[in-house]
């Protein structure tokens, strides 16, 4: 279809371009620039050039804020992509109990996250949550478990979306290369290896790159499980904005630290992009 | 041409209350509403909120609308956002350490000419004058509310059992600990001690060890060695005696795990604040006896809660109309009130004479132990930011120290380097 005028595409992105300059590419613009500056919100702002960025990166916070929601992330997505993969496979079936376990496990997705969080808190509560009396105490309050946990809690609030997704990819799989290869001599397993995951790659990539999406944007878990603690080993990217502007009264540090959260996500879009376009390539 | 640079001052300055106030009061059924954000839940939030429908009840001019804000750090954020905004609420509460830097930002109504602002007869340590050292010259910014101490509770059951008494120093209290935590079979553990691992109780135990936040040259030491041997103190009863339980969460989530879990019977002494005192009692199975804070080389410790503040962008007929409410929140009655219902200090010298000739403290001792603690009240140090270093600075290196034992003089002396970097 070839437009009557040269100004008509542009007439028709024109609302979505409008959208994105209002309320992402402005925002982005405006925090740039309030990272050069020292302000708390009711005082005047105070030009600092780089030094919200030389005081997070002096104290560690930026690396170790990077270094904590990749970790986070990776677990989320990695648990998400497996467990949904597995049930998938598992309840690809007709029959009403496996529509049962179908909508059971997708629940999990529909409710929301502060729902989800206080669910979680009360089980692992060491008083009497039923994990947390299990484990002698809630593994919140360790350093070094509470973030695994967190992940946790992301892992089965998202595996229901990332089982309906590879449900569907599923159905797009013919059943007649499953006949073929069944008549070629292949198991349940080879089938699976060379049939039905490659044909799943494309979903995969989808639900790859929404849940980490999701887990990189992840807050009212850490606000309401957490609060960052305990000694900082939860404070993920949006939830230390949170705290820098709000609570520590610092608008140029939680600006800095949002413009290199955007860097960063820009970065991992633009890598994964390229992997798709080099697989994209080598299928032709 | 308007730099860019100057309209974000010019906007900041917009921000600021004095530059942006709201012009006309607000009028619902011919009475004027005063809004008042509060941060409280539980049994604290009912009792407000029943002080508030007497009030307006009382009188058919004003109309006080309370409105719940969060916690104290949340209710501050959304304070602070809404004074930006400049849809800030006529009247708040907000915890002492901010109250220097907001009224360095100019967003607090002064108060000194306010009708009987300096007749008021507030309990010494606990208005503005005394609970900040250096504030003398200072405008009247803050009344006094809900105003508290650290005090120390323990199950009195349990104190009887193993014949244990509740202690009266550090060494008393470590040794009691370790009489009272129990291991069993199975793995649970009744602990002898929790207090959360947090700014308020650190400060406490700062000036149980001799030592001062601000010198009085205004230098900040953040205890010096004092400070060192606070966080020691823990870390021993943490992680070497295992005598002490750090409770799980961030402010006053951990908080309310300590009462849950002493509640429960799976602690049996704790630090909290004197508020606790009617929830501990109504709620335990089991005498609950209080008691002032150990000393160390002295008995020292902070005052806490909030203050009343009025926002100075408010209309002026709002404001008049929010200081009528709070000096009637300050009259005898409601003062005390507040205070028998809640736990919280009764906040003026005619209601603590009033209680004490009623034979209150007689049949409530526990009620009476923050009120004689104040004989040993540290006023905090007036400075804007004093807030950024408890919040920003301190805080989350005393839970570093503890979780995962790094060495206190190296904690401190990075958090003192950091406290001093403007911010």
């Keep these: 279809m070839t437009p009557r005028a040269r100004w008509h595409p542009w007439a028709m992105l024109g609302p979505t371009l409008a959208l994105l300059a209002v309320f992402f590419l402005a925002p982005i613009g405006v925090a740039a620039y309030e990272s050069l500056f020292s302000w708390d919100l009711l005082t005047p702002p105070r030009f600092v050039g780089a030094s919200n960025y030389a005081a997070l990166a002096a104290r560690g916070e930026l690396l170790h804020v990077a270094l904590r929601t990749t970790a986070y992330s990776a677990i989320v997505v990695l648990g998400t992509m497996s467990l949904g993969l597995a049930l998938a496979l598992l309840v690809d079936r007709p029959g009403r109990l496996f529509a049962l376990v179908r909508t059971s496990v997708f629940s999990a997705y529909v409710v929301s996250w502060v729902a989800v969080a206080l669910l979680w808190m009360w089980m692992l509560d060491g008083n009497g949550g039923i994990f947390g009396r299990a484990l002698h105490g809630s593994p919140l309050g360790d350093p070094g478990w509470a973030l695994p946990t967190l992940a946790v809690v992301g892992i089965w609030k998202l595996t229901g979306y990332s089982m309906i997704v590879f449900l569907a990819g599923l159905q797009g799989v013919p059943r007649s290369l499953h006949e073929a290869a069944a008549l070629d001599g292949a198991g349940a397993w080879g089938r699976l290896r060379h049939v039905t995951l490659p044909l799943l790659a494309p979903t995969a990539a989808f639900v790859a790159t929404t849940s980490l999406v999701t887990s990189f944007q992840a807050f009212d878990v850490v606000r309401i499980m957490t609060q960052g603690g305990p000694a900082r080993s939860t404070e993920l990217f949006v939830y230390a904005i949170y705290e820098q502007v709000f609570l520590d009264l610092s608008v140029g540090r939680a600006s800095a630290l949002t413009v290199v959260f955007f860097a960063l996500l820009l970065a991992l879009a633009a890598l994964q992009l390229r992997v798709w376009r080099a697989r994209g390539e080598a299928a032709r | ?169 550090w060494e008393e209290l470590a040794e009691a600990a370790r009489r009272l935590t129990r291991r069993a079979s199975n793995g649970e553990v009744r602990w002898g001690f929790e207090v959360p691992v947090s700014w308020w109780y650190w400060v406490a135990m700062v000036g149980q060890a001799g030592g001062r936040l601000v010198e009085p040259d205004g230098s900040l030491t953040l205890g010096g060695d004092a400070g060192v041997e606070a966080i020691r103190f823990w870390q021993r009863l943490v992680r070497q005696d295992r005598v002490m339980r750090q409770p799980p969460g961030r402010d006053y989530q951990a908080w309310q795990s300590s009462n849950e879990s002493f509640l429960q019977g799976r602690i049996a002494m704790m630090w909290s604040s004197t508020a606790y005192v009617r929830y501990l009692e109504d709620n335990a199975r089991f005498p609950v006896v209080a008691a002032p804070l150990p000393r160390h080389v002295r008995a020292s410790v902070p005052t806490g809660g909030t203050m009343f503040v009025l926002v100075r962008s408010a209309p002026d007929e709002e404001k008049l109309a929010a200081w009528d409410f709070v000096r009637w929140m300050c009259a005898d009655e409601q003062t005390i009130a507040w205070s028998t219902r809640t736990g919280y200090l009764p906040v003026t010298r005619p209601a603590v004479q009033r209680l004490a000739e009623r034979g209150w403290y007689a049949r409530h001792p526990n009620d009476r132990v923050a009120y004689d603690q104040l004989s040993d009240a540290t006023p905090w140090p007036w400075s804007p930011d004093l807030f950024r270093v408890d919040r920003d600075v301190v805080e989350p290196r005393l839970e570093d120290a503890v979780l995962t034992g790094r060495d206190a003089r190296a904690l401190l002396d990075e958090a003192r380097s950091e406290a001093r970097r403007p911010a």
């Excluded at chain 2, 954000?37 to 058919?60: F, H, I, P, T």
């Excluded at chain 2, 954020?77 to 907000?94: D, Q």
């Excluded at chain 2, 006094?144 to 199950?155: D, E, G, K, L, V």
Aim: aromatic share 8%; hydrophobic share 45%.
């Design chain 2, 1 to 169: 041409m308007i730099a860019r640079r100057d309209v974000l001052r010019a906007s900041a300055a917009l921000a600021l209350c004095g530059c942006r106030q709201r012009a006309r009061p607000v009028r619902e059924d011919g009475r004027l509403v005063v809004t008042f954000w509060y941060a409280y839940g539980d049994l604290v939030r009912k009792v407000l909120l029943e002080l508030v429908a007497r009030y307006n009840a009382s009188q058919s001019r004003i109309l006080v609308k309370a409105v719940h804000q969060g916690d104290y750090f949340e209710a501050l954020a959304k304070l602070r956002t809404a004074l930006a905004a400049g849809a800030a609420p006529t009247l708040s509460h907000v915890v002492l350490e901010v109250v220097p830097y907001l009224a360095r930002a100019g967003v607090l109504e002064p108060l000194d000419d306010y009708d009987g602002a300096r007749e008021m007869p507030f309990v010494p340590a606990l208005d503005q004058r005394g609970s900040f050292a250096g504030a003398g010259r200072e405008p009247l910014v803050a009344i006094p509310f809900n105003r508290s101490t650290p005090i120390a509770f323990a199950n009195a059951r349990v104190l009887e059992e193993e014949r244990v008494e509740m202690p009266r120093t």
